[in-house]
């Protein structure tokens, strides 16, 4: 991070006057650590995202993305998804009850949560003005992506982005957001659910907690349809993927990051995520 920008304009921050430190409630606590672990597995704050805000790719530079071959820039969009899903594991290691979840029913919520995760917290680097996406160092538009040749989901990801971006969520709603979108007992092939709702119900009072507090309780709704759309963009996500093994399957197999096939190639049984 950009030294100095950290302590100076965080000071400021007015969200971490609200949940300073664990206060005398439990649901004010677990407020206080998702946003902490929310921040501490940000790739970039906010403030940081705001300096690199006009950092936009040149028309030289998105051309050369345009020309990578389709295997090229979908290795690329692996290895870059992977690193945000990375991010995205360890801020979920640090919800309080989640470790305490057996490690199948962890790896089952990563499995399917940790893509939704990545698109909720693509709102924060998505700027609105130009509809540009951070990506690979510079502020991109959806063009950059066409040699990957999934024009449909990309613009879907786009469109995501801008609705989610548009309800101007605080850092602490994106935090208590990610986790209510990973913590999901109806997810499929979980061994405890029980123990997965009981997770959930705390975090669904944390987040109902700080909307009140916020005054945006006509929030929550309008998230609860964000989920629906993020079931779909996941689901196309799989799909172009399946597409995409057929015509370059030793690509999939041999280039792709092993976290990125465990989550996302159904087949694999590579078990990188042990390591949680
Ligand atoms: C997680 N912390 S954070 O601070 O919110 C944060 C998060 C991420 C990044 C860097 N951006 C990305 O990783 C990223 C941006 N946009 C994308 O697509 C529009 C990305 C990205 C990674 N994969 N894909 C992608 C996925 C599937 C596909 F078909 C094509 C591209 C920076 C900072």
């Known amino acids: 991070s950009i030294p100095g920008s950290e302590m100076g304009l965080r000071a400021f921050d007015p969200e971490s ?16 650590s998702i946003f902490r ?21 040149s028309r030289e530079e998105v051309l050369a993305y345009q020309n990578k071959s389709m295997d090229e820039m979908w290795q690329l969009c692996a290895v870059r998804l992977t690193d945000a899903v990375q991010y995205v594991v360890e801020f ?16 089952a919520l990563l499995k399917s949560g940790s893509m939704e995760v990545v698109l909720v917290r693509m709102s924060r680097i998505f700027n609105m003005e130009n509809s540009t996406v951070f990506f690979d160092g510079k502020f991109a538009g959806p063009e950059l ?20 971006c548009a309800l101007r969520l605080t850092e602490q709603q994106v935090a208590l957001f990610s986790a209510l979108v990973l913590i999901n007992a109806d997810r499929p092939c979980l061994e405890d659910r029980d123990r997965v709702l009981r997770v959930r119900k705390d975090v669904e009072l944390a987040f109902t907690h700080i909307l009140h507090r916020d005054n945006q309780e006509s929030l929550l709704h309008k998230l609860y349809q964000k989920v629906a759309l993020l079931k779909n963009l996941c689901s196309l996500h799989i799909e172009k993927l399946r597409w995409f093994r057929q015509y370059y399957p030793v690509t999939v197999h041999s280039l792709f990051p092993p976290l990125y096939k465990e989550l996302f190639v159904s087949d694999t049984d590579t078990h990188t995520m042990v390591t949680l």
């Open 17 to 32: 006057l609200f949940c300073p430190y664990p206060t005398s409630t439990h649901i004010e606590e677990l407020c206080a």
């Open 37 to 57: 672990s929310h921040r501490e597995t940000s790739q970039y704050c906010v403030e940081e995202l705001q300096i690199l805000r006009w950092k936009i790719f």
């Open 92 to 107: 979920a290691k640090h919800i309080p009850g989640f470790r305490q979840l057996g490690q199948n029913d962890q790896i």
């Open 145 to 164: 992506f066409k040699s990957l040749a999934c024009g449909d989901f990309i613009a879907s990801v786009f469109d995501f982005s801008h609705g989610l």
